[in-house]
């Protein structure tokens, strides 16, 4: 073996260091931080769906019962649900 291995190798492990410290380490800071974002951003949008379909199980519901209840007119009750729409 040569003389010159030990600090040859003892040169390229701080080299290393320092290139996983000024490069590395940054870049994955960066790709954590952008998955936090975009996990955010999905379930902001899976409220967003989540809501919008209760907001349909709910008129399905009012349908359904509609549709069942037989002790009142049809168009009577379809004008009253109209009235009690909610304004978004």
């Known amino acids: 073996m040569s003389?010159?291995?030990v600090p040859i190798m003892g040169?390229?492990?701080g080299l290393l260091?320092?290139?996983g410290g000024v490069f590395v380490k940054p870049w994955l800071?960066?790709?954590q931080r952008r998955l936090e974002l975009e996990a955010s951003m999905v379930a902001e949008k899976a409220a967003q769906y989540a809501?919008?379909?209760e907001r349909l199980e709910q008129r399905v519901r009012v349908l359904?019962?509609?549709?069942t209840d037989r002790g009142?007119?049809?168009?009577q009750e379809i004008e009253m649900?109209?009235?009690?729409?909610?304004?978004?």
């Open 29 to 31: 800071a960066y790709r």
């Open 72 to 75: 009142h007119d049809l168009a």
């Open 81 to 88: 649900l109209r009235d009690e729409r909610p304004l978004n």
């Open 17 to 19: 260091a320092i290139f």
């Open 64 to 67: 359904e019962r509609i549709l």
């Open 11 to 13: 040169i390229s492990c």
């Open 3 to 5: 003389p010159f291995i």
């Open 51 to 53: 809501a919008q379909t």
